[in-house]
């Protein structure tokens, strides 16, 4: 019994009525009546122990499968793996099947005594002559009321009810009950035969899907080669019997209940022999489940009470203990045991068959109530074979103390004798009902109540258990693991920002590969304007304009005006390094910070907004590292402009050096006035004067060619000597925004505490395997530890207690 007044709980036992005094007047029917509804205050019992039992086996069966979820996740299987939620919820499930089972018990609205015994032992005798129905309804094998002869061959409930006459109810089984019975006839008979194990080619090698199937499949002819001809012998005839009732009867199965049968109709579905009968219904019984006949018993004061008669154990019929032992555990209230002894060896006592039904009825409420308590012997006094010396001596056996075989009451009676049977059956049965059934039923609702408590407190255990495996701190997991993957993850992260910082140092000092591939690429393209110069072209212009130094001075300045546009090209050609920089630092925080599922085109901006937009530290180290811009002309611009002031006129070799002009030969042609050019004086005021050509044409050409080819040429060395000094100025500079943006997101003081916050919020992303995995542990414990708080709050609160005694 339960401790804990809050669970389930079965106070004291009920007390039980006084038999009648011998020679009193029996008041059986109120005492019955009394018995019957002390029964019904269980009923609210019954109905709230079935709502916890059904509540809690659901919470069971839903943890069990919560704890197969988290067993596969190593992390959780140490802590679940003793944790036996599927055994607490079968024997709930038990629990709930046994509530079922005794809610019969206290639903009833009769008490019942089921006589039970072996084949041919007078037990449907007997029960005829306690309930005074005829051998029509009982009856005889051949015809003479011999009650040597069994016939019962379905399960009889016969009811008492003052002044009725007799009417039967016949329920008859479903194809599946009946499907079922026929494929355990046909294992046993497969056994039988030495054929359980044979190839699938024996007709019965396969369980029947149906009743057509059962009659399309051929029976063996002959068993005499069997293992157990006897017994498979048996066992077919009964299946020919099923074959028979099915050819000849099919509509029998399955059908609907047939109500308020006279008494010559009931013969038909109880008896096993019903020769000159219908032969369409000489194997009805087979298809019937349970008929339930009204009469009148022919003994006064006898009450509400009911009497079942099964059919007798011994033949070879199969499912005859398993029927047994369940009318006895739900339907019956006292077990009336009906053996006959014969001469010889008493089977009674020594028979194996006896010992094994005794054991059977054992079985039905062996945990709650011993058999001595509930059954009833009688030794049935056949005058007919004068055992009467047998009975007597069997009984003093059965009484001795080393007798296995114990009975609340035992005696020897003439079952054909109705004062007899009044006297030393029905009488002792009376008084047995009236005076200790309620202490028995009481002692049937405490065992379950008992057992409930037990299992509460055994799921309760567990629950705790479950509980404590887990600390009760479900967010401890979660930080717990989050903080072993912050701290790989920012260590990972701290040391490629170093890395890439130490890499750039080393290089800071080398020539920037794109920096100066771009340089070259203008420079090739200025000397292009080199390859050009062609001298024939040359004395053609000068011919033109007939001014040798005009055509120089022009080539000059329109050699400037491209190289300059030439070289402009090169404002951009710090661009790609800058790019190249930033791209190894966005390569860094997506592999090694595990970013890259933000920004897979390595965007810095887009990571910017993603880490940092909450953090204005972090943040401001971005916009450092993004806005900063490193122009080409701002930093060679200046060079490429003092190296191009050779291609000038007044600081070309010309002027520096002009050529003789008297040393021309012939003279200057007229009347064209002489041409004059402007150009840029050193001295304000001052003018250079153009020689013309020379007369007859000369070598212009050719030496304007040399000498604007030889310029150039030195020009452009000049230009790519003095940006040669700035190829490792990219490198430089990208050390320096690099090392200055990890200072500002890795070394500051606050730095790890920012990261961590920035992981925290995007953790789904970056651990988007390892962190999937955390979350579904995280729900998978949330909701382990959910429904072990529920099923707890179950164990604790529910309150059903059994109705006072």
Known sequence: MMKDASRISAPGQTRPLQPAAPGEANDWPARIDEVLARRRPYAAWLRDAKSYLRDLRQALEKLEKHRQEMAAEPAFKPHVDGLDFAGLARRTAGQQQRLE????????????????????????????????????????????????????????????????????????????????????????LLKSLGQDSGPPAIPLATPFIGLDDFLRRPLPSEVQDSVEPGRAGALLKQLRKYRHLLLNNPSAVGREPLDNLSKDEIIKFVTQDAAGKDERQTYLYLAVKEVRITCNFPHKGVGKIALIDLPGLGEATLGGPERLWETLRLDADIALFVWRVTPGPSSLVEGSEVIELYDTCYQALRNVLPLDEWGFLVLNHDRTINNLEL?????????????????????????????????????????????????????VATACAEAIGVLTQDAAAALRQAEEAFGGEIGGWNDREFGRLFRERWDALCLGLNNLALDLKDQANKPDDSFVRQVGDALAKCRDIQLSLNPEELNEEIDKVTSYDLVVVDHLIRMRARISALLRTLDTALDQPLANVKAKVAKVLGMDGGFSRLAPQGQLAALRDRLAPHSPQLREAFDNLIGFQMSARGLIGYKIRTKLQALEPRRSQWEKNP????????????????????LTPEKPGATITVRKRNADGGSGGAEAHQFLSQLLGDTLNEIERALSEDYSRPNQVAYAIVADFVDSVVHYRQSEDEWRSVYLNLREHVWTTDYEQQRRQQLLLEAFCAAVARALDLTRQTAISLPAG
């Open 659 to 678: 050529p003789n002009v008297e040393a021309l030969a012939g003279p200057l042609p007229e009347p064209r006035q002489q041409p004059r050019i402007k």
């Open 101 to 188: 089972d005794i809610g019969r018990r206290f639903e009833r609205s009769t008490l019942n005594v089921a006589a039970v015994g072996l084949v041919n032992q007078g037990k449907s005798f007997l029960l005829r002559t306690l309930s005074g129905l005829p051998h029509e309804v009982i009856p005889d094998r051949d015809g003479k009321h011999s009650q040597h002869d069994p016939l019962t061959g379905a399960r009889s409930t016969i009811l008492h009810e003052s002044g009725a006459e007799i009417r039967g109810h016949v329920t008859f089984h479903a194809e599946p009950e009946l499907l079922a019975m026929l494929n355990e006839y046909r294992v046993e």
């Open 391 to 443: 009975c007597e001596g069997a009984l003093q056996k059965i009484r001795g103390k080393e007798s296995v075989l114990r009975f609340f009451r035992a005696c020897v009676c003439d079952c054909s004798s109705l004062g007899e049977v009044h006297e030393h059956v029905l009488r002792p049965v009376l008084d047995h009902l009236a005076g200790h059934i309620g202490a028995l039923d009481r002692r």
